[in-house]
Each structure stands twice: as C-alpha cells, then as structure tokens.
C-alpha cells in the first residue's frame, strides 16, 4: 500500500502538540488512525464539536468518542447550542471549540483537510474576487496544521478502505444549497473535462498566492520593527 499518507502525517506533526479535529467522516478518522500511529507523542486529545443536526451528527460524535477510547487518547466533545442556519455560521462554532480546546492544552489544531480542499477553496476564493491573501486558502501559514493538505481525496479513501476503518458520512455533503458541494459535484468535473489542467493550475496558484502573502506579511513585521526602534 501507498505510504505517501502517514508519512505525511508523520512529517507534519514532528516536533509538534496538536489537537486532532475529528468529524467523524472519513478524512478526520483517516487523519486520526494515522496520526496515532505515526505521532502519537504528538497528540495531546482528539476534539469533536457536534453541531446538532441530526441522528448522523450523534453517530459521529459517538464513533469518534468509541474511537478515541479505543486508542487511550482523551477527546474532549461539546454540542451546539443552536442549529447554525448557513454554513458559516457552522464554521464558527467549530472554530470557537476547536481554538478553546487547543488553547487550554497549549497546542495547535490540526485538521484533516485534503489538496481537494484546496483546489475548491481556492476556485471559491477566486470566485468571490479574492487577493493574494485569499487565494492562499488552507496553504496559507497560520496556528492550524494540515497534514493532509498534499494528499488527494482519492488517496485518503484507498488508505480508509485498506485499514478498515469506520466513519459516518454526513448527508450535508448531497446539499445542493452549500456552494462548496456545487463547485465539487457540478462546476470542478464540468471545468476538467475541457481543461484537465485545472487542479493542478490553482494548486499551484494557491501555491504562489500563500509566498506572496508569506512575503508580504514579512515585509510589513520587519518594517514595523524599524519604526519602532
């Protein structure tokens, strides 16, 4: 089997305390096995915020908690308090619990997004009128690890499937009302089959938008320094 994956994981997490933000879904729980395979020193607890949508929502949260158990790693759980009423709203509950977690244990978040992630983010990014800033997406440099982020989708299932793992898949992923499962489903395929370039082309985009930014933002620290020496 492809070693590609754990390794990744194992070169992400060296030297690092993380937080493992688990769904449930098959990235996270792929993200999970490997992690406490390759770097278990650097898993400090697993992290699953229920967002109260459903009968789906308390089977993973349920599963990761079976899993955790399993593996002897503490995971700290928590449900929303209200149903988030659009997308964004779902990501800033996460967020809030993810950072309280990981700030109570001194240590970064780390998430199982995919290149996958990236390109979509990427073209959404665009889409929206998006900068340098913007267009760096999920490759920009930050307090979160994403250990995956090199690894396509198709990679994480072989390796989900090949280890037998179990995960829940959330029926949100089939809305046709989330922008992000229109541009997966509809819009990236349709765009492929005249240029199959494409995700490699906002790869590597995404790629030079995150230097710029890197660049730039060093640029504007060091001329802060010498104003105020």
Partial sequence: MDDSLPQAVSAALRARRVVLAVSGGRDSVSLMHAALDRAPDAVACVACFDHGTGPHARRASALVRRLARAR?????????????RSEAEWRSQRWRFLRAVARE?????ATAHTLDDQVETVLMRIMRGAGARGIAALAADGP???????VGRAEVERYARAHNLAWVEDPGNRRADHLRNRVRRDLLPAILRVRPSFANELTVLGQRAAHLRARVELFIDRALELEQN
Avoid at 72 to 84: F, K, L, M, Q, S
Avoid at 105 to 109: D, N
Wanted: net charge positive; charged share 15%; hydrophobic share 50%.
């Fill in 72 to 84: 002897g790693v503490e995971c700290v759980t928590a449900r929303a308090a209200a149903i988030g």
């Fill in 105 to 109: 244990r001194g240590a970064q978040v």
């Fill in 144 to 150: 979160v690890v994403r250990p995956l982020l090199h």
